[in-house]
């Protein structure tokens, strides 16, 4: 009987197939929870750089930081794509930042800096700088960062390279006039330049600094090393790591993030179809019925679309502020921290990346050279942007008011919301004329049945709810005629021009006055009529109604009570502002003509009665 038992046929030893798949899976997910897992401590970053963070209240690394910041510390060179408002400013910065951060065996003088930080905009070279200038004070090192901009005087680039600084955050074209002048001297560079980052890539040369890169690039030693940072693949970025990297480490989107899209899953992307003439009548009902959320970013695709759409608005009562390449770069950087602050709610943007007005007025401007002054055109400025890598704040809806030229432009502008894995929404208005690109910004999306960035119908808004606004709508439209627009745009730019002083100089000297500064002033000559400011109700039907307010209920469940709390810092700041409201006993401390503040002796600036003053 024993043997008998012994004789049973053997079980296959070999496992299920499915459960052989369903374990490589739990392999994947524990490795994913892993990497998710992981802070900053884990990165291999200084204790300074952790410091700095957490008073900057940043918690978990982004998957992109997770896999590219050992990779640089280790001194590879690296190409990391991925898509906007992911975190690859910090990506590069923290180890560019702790590879330069000086130590005893790195005693000896540069005579360069040991960092390019190259950006194709002002904007970006603003907001660069900024960040690492704020990282290096809360560490609490010696670590001199520049910024440079083309159109400086000679004077103020060589006192800015003098030193050297450490770490240069400038744009391509302000590195060739550089050495054009010699005030940076390539066999010094040679020498000194110990990391290159090229941030924003893609639009290097979309913008025309081929030139002005290749320029550079002899000067670039063998040893140094090259981040290149893009949000989208293009022929353009495959140029640039021919010509600057050497066996990089490249990032794409599958391999930093799985479960990454190109744009985020947390924005919900609308779409209007309507006429080119219908776009005014439906933008306005959006944002007059209330039924997109706040802050608001609107793109056009000319600088005079903007100014009639500013125009449009101000006939209704809607404050709102342009941005363009026409204004002072002081003006535009005032403009993007007044509404990241919350100041005003709506802003106009012209589309930077159509970059073939700018090159059309740049020759204009040098054919046209020998014409009379009255028919020049405002220079347009080559290295402003606002599309690509501005880090709007609590912008949570953007609109395309005109359809972008490409499909990765159509990226880069839904990039402005959602970002750091925030929640947000777009909405595209779609002409007959514009199907063409929208299908071609659709199949780049790789839109299926199981594709999360689809471009959904906007719902909300009611046939019924836009034809009961048409009437108004053409009515105003029809006095916003290009003669209005033309004049509106001198205008704002003649008041930009003298705000741009008085922020380069008075505002040095009194930064409280800055307040005072408002961007979103109306350009109208006629105030709006008081029946336009509001909606009546009996035009609305109950599905509008309804929309409304379940925009309102999701505003008040997201904590956003930010427009009600605006206001009532500008009644108080109004209030201080009127003598007859701000009457006080004693002296408020004000600053003199001497830039001394005083206490009351000798600058009493108290409203006194003839009966105080009797006493």
């Known amino acids: 009987m024993a043997k008998k038992n012994k004789q049973k046929p053997p079980q296959d030893p070999k496992p299920n197939q499915e459960e052989e798949k369903k374990q490589v899976e739990r392999k994947e997910e524990e490795v994913e929870d892993e990497e998710e897992e992981k802070s900053f401590e884990d990165l291999g970053l200084d204790h300074r750089l952790l410091r700095a963070l957490i008073k900057k209240d940043v918690g978990k690394p982004f998957p992109i930081q997770r896999v590219a910041i050992p990779l640089i510390l280790q001194g590879k060179d690296v190409v990391a794509q991925a898509r906007t408002g992911t975190g690859k400013t910090f990506a590069y910065l923290l180890p560019l930042l702790q590879k330069l951060f000086p130590s005893d065996s790195s005693s000896k003088s540069r005579l360069a800096p040991g960092g390019f930080i190259l950006v194709p905009s002002r904007e970006l070279c603003q907001q660069v700088y900024k960040e690492a200038v704020s990282l290096v004070e809360l560490c609490r090192v010696q670590l001199k960062i520049v910024q440079l901009t083309g159109g400086m005087p000679a004077s103020d680039l060589r006192a800015a390279l003098a030193g050297p600084p450490d770490i240069l955050v400038t744009t391509p074209k302000c590195i060739r006039d550089c050495l054009a002048a010699g005030l940076l001297q390539p066999a010094s560079i040679s020498e000194s330049l110990e990391i290159l980052v090229l941030d924003e890539a893609d639009l290097l040369l979309q913008f025309g600094f081929g030139d002005d890169l290749k320029a550079l690039t002899p000067a670039i030693p063998r040893s140094c090393q090259c981040l290149l940072m893009s949000a989208t693949s293009s022929p353009d970025v495959d140029q640039l790591k021919k010509l600057i990297l050497h066996n990089p480490f490249v990032l794409t989107l599958s391999e930093v993030d799985v479960k990454d899209e190109v744009i985020s899953k947390n924005v919900q992307q609308f779409w209007i179809s309507c006429s080119a003439s219908d776009k ?48 002072p770069q002081n003006s535009r950087l005032h403009i993007l921290e007044e509404f990241n602050a919350g100041l005003f709610d709506y802003l106009i943007a012209t589309d930077d990346s159509q970059t073939k007005e700018k090159e059309q007025v740049n020759r204009d401007k040098d054919m046209d050279s020998r014409k009379s002054r009255k028919g020049a055109k405002p220079k347009i400025d080559s290295e402003f942007g606002v599309v690509r890598g501005i880090d709007f704040k609590n912008v949570y809806t953007v609109i395309n008011f005109d359809m972008p030229s490409s499909a990765s432009g159509y990226v880069h502008r839904i990039g402005r919301t959602g970002r750091a894995y925030s929640a947000g929404a777009s909405v595209s208005l779609v002409s007959p004329d514009e199907m063409e690109i929208f299908e071609e910004i ?20 009611t046939k019924d709810a836009v034809e009961s606004l048409r009437y108004r709508a053409e009515d105003v439209a029809r006095s916003v005629t290009r003669v209005a627009v033309r004049e509106s745009r001198a205008q704002d730019l003649r008041n930009e021009i003298l705000n741009s002083e008085k922020l380069k100089s008075h505002f040095e000297v009194n930064p409280r ?57 500008k009644k108080r700041f109004r209030k201080s502002r009127d003598p007859l409201k701000s009457f006080s006993a004693e002296a408020p401390k004000r600053v003199g003509k001497d830039g001394v503040k005083g206490e009351g002796k000798g600058l009493d600036y108290t409203h006194k009665s003839k009966k105080q003053k009797a006493v």
């Open 280 to 327: 005014l009548l439906y933008v306005l009902a959006l944002l007059k019925l209330e039924l997109v959320l706040k802050k608001v970013l609107i793109f056009t695709n000319t600088i005079g679309a903007g100014f009639r759409l500013k125009l449009f608005f101000e006939k209704f009562g809607i404050r709102s502020a342009i941005l363009n390449a026409e204004l």
């Open 442 to 461: 659709k199949s780049f999306l790789g839109e299926d049945d199981i594709c999360t960035n689809t471009i959904m119908p906007f719902s909300l808004l």
């Open 513 to 569: 006055d800055l307040d005072l500064l408002n961007h979103d002033k109306v350009l109208s000559k006629e105030p709006p009529a008081p029946h336009l400011r509001d909606v009546p109700d009996y035009l609305l039907d109950q599905k509008t109604r309804d929309a409304s307010k379940m925009v309102k209920l999701t505003r008040a469940a997201m904590g956003d009570n930010k427009s009600s709390r605006r206001q009532g810092a």
